[in-house]
């Protein structure tokens, strides 16, 4: 938690990232960066490789070729948890909560990798796991008045309306504290007043907490008011790069959108 | 009275006197991060005295006037109390207003200081500050969202703490030597009444008018440092001011602030306040979401339910008021039923533990208000206005009844005009309306009474009926008082009438337009296989003018019983073509009818009332919600009412 809104270095370095499944090929010589504090979007058609780039970033697809560099260490093939462990969340394109479990419980869970108490201990709920709940029952407090859910605590997510859902995803993807966020369209589906919430909310993340960001969307007004910087994904590569002024005006992007007489 | 010469005499002194007598009792409650937070009345006392002294330290004077905007948080009283301190006057904002309305409460009282929850105030603020400049200070509790903001006049809570600590080390005795420079004849508060129809007015209250009517208040229900209360209502509201603040300094009792405007009925729940006060709306949505909750219960659960609530319909009343005539098994299954539905309900409700509950400002359905009180809670209701600080009158337990609003409160005087205006002196009179003479001069005559605006009379028992709007009374050509809204009420509250508009101004009967409820009767229709296409046809089917023709013959007998309005019964009503629209001008904003205006719109209805026809045909232009104008032609049928004589509903008991 510190004073945001100086973009530092690149906190992740994407190089030349090939991904295929079989003979389809998802992402294509893919390079781009991320620096620290940055807010940075990923756009494109449909199918265009943005949520495999995320889960690329994420580690759940394995990239045939290219290097992903996270926070200076590079690395080969990893595995989720290892990348969670190293300080990513992420949200889904669609929801993935607890659905019968409180909202409480769901931002509880994002807790889950900073606990250390044994199973034991955590069962019977005693000694330093019950002073270890405490603590992170707190952070998750914290997250609850940040995003404004306080009337929502105890209710199960499969009561809440989309809009809420997807702000409680937030929610626990913030609640393991993460310096990079993966936002896979967080505004999808949502009413105008849900949108402007969200946006609200994620540019009050990445001011209060200094998290970086990168997020998938495809309204172009959210994009072009919440990022930094831009990134253009079609068919699998990149066809811009840059702050979103530059990629309103850059006639690649303009084609791949609107289309191109061949 | 005896022994109460040193009874301290305002706020702040009996802030130091609470500080003393209950310091290790709770003062105040918040829920913060989930959990609930308490300052005892040293620990208020402590916070009042720092921020007192930052305020001095940051050129607060006597005199001075503080905005205060946001929702109820600890914080904010706390700085009503410091501005009082300092012998300054708080003046609290309503928190929804949007920037441009509080351009002229704040030029009006020129506030110097404004505290303010968050953000989302600060926009408003430095958005008109250039309207507003003696405002010099703006002080911001919650700093989410504030990191970047840059302004010369804008300050950190923590600031201003910062500066009362330095404040206080220096000049240790400043607090309590301003607190003894403050009189009793001093402002405590500038209220600003919502001004739906003109500019708001600033009413300005003394120290001694508010004490002596908290003094009242809490003699008359009971109150001490063991109650709590929920502080949920717009800190600006006159009603906040008075139930929260200005009891919890005299009684010493807790205020608790909810977590969030969102959470109100789950804190409820978990403080379990011993006072509660809501306008009827509140009490109905409550209602509403048990009668949802209970429809999508298990059978089995619905049929105690319900036999229970029939036992409560029966007995409840009646137990309530200690009143003899409950049948043995009544009493011993009222027992069983507290047991089994209305304590686990009045639990879920936050109830459990009211001693008293009030409702107040518009007329309160039968069937809402017995609901409450079958089930063993004390509702009861008052009547008074921002001037009066409320209080002009309230029911005593015991004496509770649905059409008045009980007799006048010790100290109060009640005078009704010849045009059956309201007029009211008490010890708790404002003492002015703020910068507007003329106005204070319309408001109270040379007798020092205050004209309320409303219409009522006394009833046989002393207890005061508060009828409608004096401006809206007017009387019949026999001269029996007419009270459209009173009649139109009545009406309402059955679930079958939606509107209802009353004629009978300089008339010789009264007779009223339907607009009936096209969801209930529509639900109604259906569960008796009548088909119907639309509103209009609904409206003109023979069977819902029987349902209607019920309604209207119940409401008669219900006005044939009271003396004073049995001249004012309804004669004949016809069922409206179409549903009275705020989009047609027929309804203002808030849902009030526009009788004046319907009278020119639809006046060959009225001409046909009057003239004795049974129908009579009708075109009416409209506007759909798309912004579309269309017409409606119906053949508009009307119906005579029963009408009853005094002897008659008194043999039908």
């Known amino acids: 938690m510190q004073a945001a809104r100086h973009l530092g270095d690149a906190i992740l370095k994407i190089e030349d990232i090939a991904l295929a499944f079989g003979g389809v090929k998802a992402l294509t010589d893919v390079s781009f960066d991320v620096r620290e504090h940055e807010i940075r979007a990923i756009i494109g058609p449909n199918g265009a490789g943005k949520s495999s780039m995320l889960n690329v970033i994420n580690g759940v697809y394995h990239p045939q070729k290219g290097r992903v560099t996270f926070k200076g260490v590079t690395r080969k093939q990893m595995r989720p948890h290892e990348a969670a462990k190293q300080g990513i969340a992420r949200t889904f394109q669609n929801i993935a909560l607890f659905k019968g479990m409180t909202v409480l419980d769901n931002l509880m869970t994002g807790r889950n990798l900073k606990m250390s108490a044994g199973l034991l201990a955590q069962a019977l709920w005693f000694g330093p796991a019950l002073r270890e709940e405490i603590e992170h029952r707190k952070v998750v407090e914290r997250i609850i008045d940040f995003l404004q859910i306080e009337s929502i605590r105890k209710t199960p997510v499969a009561r809440l309306p989309y809009g809420l859902q997807k702000r409680v995803e937030l929610g626990r993807a913030l609640a393991a504290e993460p310096d990079l966020l993966l936002l896979d369209e967080p505004m999808a589906g949502m009413n105008v007043e849900e949108k402007e919430d969200m946006c609200r909310f994620i540019l009050d993340v990445n001011d209060e907490f200094g998290t970086t960001i990168v997020l998938i969307e495809h309204d172009m007004g959210v994009v072009m008011d919440l990022s930094d910087r831009v990134v253009v994904l079609d068919y699998g590569r990149k066809i811009g790069d840059g702050t979103p002024e530059e990629i309103r005006n850059n006639q690649a992007v303009i084609d791949a959108y609107l289309g191109v007489k061949h | ?653």
């Open chain 2, 1 to 653: 009275m005896p022994g109460q010469q040193s009874e301290p005499d305002t706020f702040s002194r009996l802030l130091l006197r609470n500080a003393q007598r209950w310091h290790d009792r709770p003062a105040m409650r918040e829920k913060d991060l989930g959990i609930w937070q308490t300052w005892t009345w040293a620990d208020v006392a402590g916070e009042v005295k720092i921020l007192s002294c930052g305020l001095a330290a940051l050129g607060f004077k006597r005199g001075d006037r503080l905005a205060v905007i946001g929702d109820n948080r600890p914080r904010l009283y706390w700085a009503m109390a410091s501005a009082q301190a300092l012998g300054g006057v708080p003046v609290p904002l309503y928190q929804d207003a949007v920037a441009s309305e509080m351009i002229y409460v704040l030029q009006d009282a020129e506030a110097k200081f404004a505290v303010v929850e968050d953000q989302e105030q600060v926009d408003k603020l430095l958005e008109i500050l250039a309207q507003c400049p003696k405002l010099t200070h703006i002080i911001y509790d919650d700093p989410r969202g504030m990191r970047h903001y840059r302004h010369p006049r804008l300050y950190s809570f923590d600031t201003l703490v910062e500066k009362g600590r330095a404040h206080d080390a220096a000049y240790p005795r400043y607090f309590t030597d301003e607190i003894d420079k403050g009189d009793t004849s001093d402002l405590a508060v500038i209220l600003y009444t919502s001004g739906t129809t003109a500019k708001p007015k600033g009413v300005s209250h003394t120290h001694a008018a508010l004490l002596a009517t908290v003094r009242v208040l809490v003699q008359f229900d009971q109150f001490s440092e063991r109650d709590d209360i929920l502080c949920y209502l717009p800190m600006a509201w006159v009603g906040d001011f008075l139930y929260s603040f200005a009891q919890a300094h005299v009684a010493g009792f807790c205020l608790n602030c909810p977590e969030s405007p969102n959470t109100v009925m789950q804190d409820m729940r978990e403080i379990g306040p011993t006072y509660f006060f809501a306008p009827p709306r509140v009490y109905e949505s409550l209602l509403t979401t048990v009668m949802i909750r209970m429809a999508d219960a298990a059978p089995v659960k619905r049929a105690v339910f319900d036999f229970f609530m029939r036992v409560a319909r029966r007995a409840g009343l009646r137990i309530l008021e200690g009143k003899p005539g409950v049948a043995f098994v009544d009493r011993a299954l009222y027992v069983l039923g507290e047991w089994l539905v209305y304590g686990p309900l009045k639990n879920m409700l936050g109830m459990s533990r009211l001693k008293v509950a009030y409702t107040g400002g518009e007329a309160i359905g039968p069937d809402l208000f017995d609901f409450y009180r079958s089930l063993g809670i004390n509702l009861k209701q008052l009547y008074g206005m921002t001037e009066t600080c409320v209080t002009v009158c309230m029911q005593r337990s015991g004496d509770v009844r649905l059409d008045t609003v009980g007799p006048p409160m010790p100290g109060v005087e009640v005078r009704v005009a010849d045009n059956g205006e309201v007029l009211v002196r008490s010890p708790g009179l404002m003492r002015e309306y703020h910068r507007q003479p003329e106005a204070t001069r319309e408001a109270i005559d040379t007798d020092g009474f205050f004209h309320t605006g409303d219409a009522g009379y006394f009833d046989t028992d002393g207890h005061i009926k508060i009828i409608d709007r004096a401006k809206d009374v007017g009387r019949m050509a026999d001269g029996t008082l007419f009270a459209p809204k009173y009649i139109e009420n009545k009406l309402k509250f059955f679930p079958y009438i939606k509107e209802a508009v009353a004629y009978g101004d300089q008339r010789n009967e009264v007779c009223v337009f339907i607009n009936i409820d096209v969801a209930a009767v529509g639900d109604w229709a259906e569960r008796r296989n009548l088909a119907y296409s639309g509103y209009v046809d609904l409206a003109a089917k023979a069977e819902v003018y029987d349902l209607i023709a019920d309604c209207v013959a119940k409401v008669n007998a219900d006005l044939a019983r009271d003396p004073a309005m049995a001249g004012a019964q309804i004669h004949r009503f016809l069922n409206m073509h179409k549903e009275l629209d705020a989009d047609d001008d027929e309804l203002t904003r808030t849902r009030k009818v526009r009788r004046r205006f319907i009278a020119d719109k639809y006046a060959p209805l009225i001409e046909a009332l009057y003239s004795g026809k049974s129908e009579c045909p009708i075109e009416t232009a409209m506007k759909f919600e798309d912004g579309r104008t269309g017409v409606v032609r119906a053949v508009v049928k009307i119906r005579e009412a029963n009408v009853f004589t005094p002897e008659q509903v008194k043999k039908a008991g």
